[in-house]
């Protein structure tokens, strides 16, 4: 049996623990703010084979850096939400001024 480094232990113990414990804060990738025109991309959320897979971390403070429109149809592109491993985490700086149809597309009535 290998000796593990010290360093190396314990990156991959404070690994295991951000996995396991849902209560660890992580970075979004993108902060984006939904409008309701003239956004700087418009979105439609599908449930499968979207143009790319969102997962949405929840509420965020400060600016945002995209403005986002979500439509019903013909959006600049279509998007899944996902629980996990999407090609973007996003975070939303307004979740609590959205209606309760758009909350739950995004997942945040969790």
């Not at 902060?31 to 599908?46: C, L, R």
Request: glycine letters at 8%; a negative charge; hydrophobic letters at 45%.
């Amino acid at each position: 049996m290998q000796n593990i480094k010290p360093h190396l232990a314990a990156s991959v113990l404070i690994s295991a623990l951000a996995w396991a414990n849902p209560g660890v804060a992580q970075i979004a990738d993108v902060s984006v703010e939904a409008v309701s025109a003239f956004g700087d991309i418009s979105v439609e959320i599908v449930d499968a084979f979207g143009d790319q897979e969102w997962e949405v971390l929840g509420e965020c403070s400060g600016f945002p850096d995209q403005e986002i429109e979500f439509v019903n149809y013909f959006g600049d592109i279509t998007v899944e939400i996902v629980d996990a491993f999407g090609d973007q985490s996003i975070c939303i700086t307004n979740a609590d001024e959205l209606d309760d149809e758009l909350r739950e597309k995004l997942g945040l009535n969790d």
